[in-house]
């Protein structure tokens, strides 16, 4: 199929399905793609979105796994389809259920006043661990009030898997840094001792996406501050802590979209996230602003979907990956994901 004959394909069924069908793509899909999504968001705005649908039956979702995964827990009587179900998400899958249940054993034995929280990239079992064990759901656009209502029941959070995003959260709620400690899955006992698990206030599970970290550095905010003196700097929350620091903002691929439109005509901004969501808004915003990327960084999963896995979803549901989630997981999964919502 060429790529002609697929974007016909998709704006054939679109037509027929009209209402029944709505198609939601995240801000790293491609232009080829974005053109068709009915409604573009971050991961908190897309999940919102998949819990409010009340006229679609089909939602396709153009973005990675754990996306339409959660899709499909917070609309059960829906039909979700992915166009690719190998588009996954190496971050979500550092955390496995296996692993975070045996931490999760070690570390209560030592301390029981403790929550846990699953930042959105992860997979559906983890998300059910946490709606079990009082625990909740995170995206980069609530962390921090997540966190804050994780510390009302608690006194200690174990969040994983996004060891950035979790110290960027504890930092700039002022958490100490040294009641902030990591646990590595590979490790005995994480790598930590009872002495340190029982003065920590955070435990952060050591994963890591590897789009943003470690491909995203302070040296690339140096470099890009020497060479255009005035350059304003905004970051995904997923870059390290250190990178946070030397940037002027982070947050959300939403919350990046909302700075650029606040700024005054004339600024420059260089965004540190993926290279799709940048070069589209430096199109979009090209009469006003200079946008720029930190450094080129794609997401292989994210490309994954593509104008022709698109119109082979379309083209015949019967056929296309239908995502699901076992009833009792997904019932866990969503207790901590309306817990997240009511937020
Ligand atoms: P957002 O929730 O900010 O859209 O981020 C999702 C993601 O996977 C970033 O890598
Ligand atoms: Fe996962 Fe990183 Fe891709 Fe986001 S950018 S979907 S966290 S691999």
Redesign the pocket.
Known sequence: MTKKEAREIIRQRKAALGKKLIILGHH?QNDDIIEFCDYIGDSLELARKAAGIREAGTIVFCG?YFMAETASILAPEKHVFIPDPSAG????DMARIEDIEGAWELITCIDRDITPATYV?SSALTKAFCGRNGGIVCTSGNAEKVFRWAFKKTKKILFFPDRNLGRNTAISLEIPENSIVEWDPDRDMGGLNEETILRSKVILWKGW????WPQLKPSDIKNMREKHPGVRVIVHP?VDPKTVKASDEAGSTSRILEYIRSLPPGERVAIGT?FNMVNRAATDFKETLAIMPLKKVL?E??EKITVETLAGTLSDLKYAHEVTVADDIAQGARIALERMLRI
């Open positions: 790293y990675v998400c190496p971050l979500a990239n996406c590897p789009v943003h997923e993926e997401c999963d994210m």
